[in-house]
């Protein structure tokens, strides 16, 4: 049975109409899949653990890059440059991490298969030094714009 049903409605002194339309439907719930299950390509995972590694660690070391130079220009003895050295030192260790993580993914593919949790591993650690790194930069960048 089709059917309609309408109903008005008061809504800040404005009055609206609502119509309900109902038609019959009927599902085979028989033919329905009930579980699709994804598993991510561990290559995948670990060249993008890799790529962020050296993303985030890039950009921290560039924002603590910029005001580190800015206040070395200003100061009057060679210890000003400090900054810009530790600085740099950040965008060296994402690629540290990130050359080794490319060294598994090459080994993984004349080898043994990597499982997805080594994948998994892989995408972590790459977060973990290029998001630590990104967080020292804009410390350093914070901290040096206070001096």
């Known amino acids: 049975n089709t059917g309609s049903s309408a109903a008005l409605h008061n809504f800040l002194g ?9 038609l019959p439907i009927e599902i085979d719930f028989t033919t329905l899949q ?12 670990t060249g993008l653990g890799a790529a962020l590694a050296i993303f ?12 580190s130079g800015v206040y070395a220009v200003r100061g009057s003895d060679y210890k000003a440059f400090a900054p810009i050295v530790i600085s740099g030192v950040l965008a060296i260790y994402g690629i540290i991490v990130a050359v080794l993580l490319v060294s598994k993914l090459n080994a993984s593919a ?10 998994y591993r892989n995408l972590s650690a790459g977060l973990t030094v290029g998001l630590a ?3 020292s930069g804009l410390g350093m960048a914070k901290f040096i714009q206070q001096i």
Do not use: W
């Open 14 to 22: 404005r009055t609206f109409v609502t119509e309900t339309l109902t």
């Open 34 to 45: 009930t579980k699709h299950t994804m598993t991510l390509d561990p290559q995948l995972l």
């Open 56 to 67: 985030l660690t890039a950009y921290g070391s560039a924002i603590a890059s910029s005001h």
């Open 110 to 119: 004349s080898t043994a298969a990597m499982t997805p949790l080594d994948g």
């Open 133 to 135: 790194c990104c967080a």
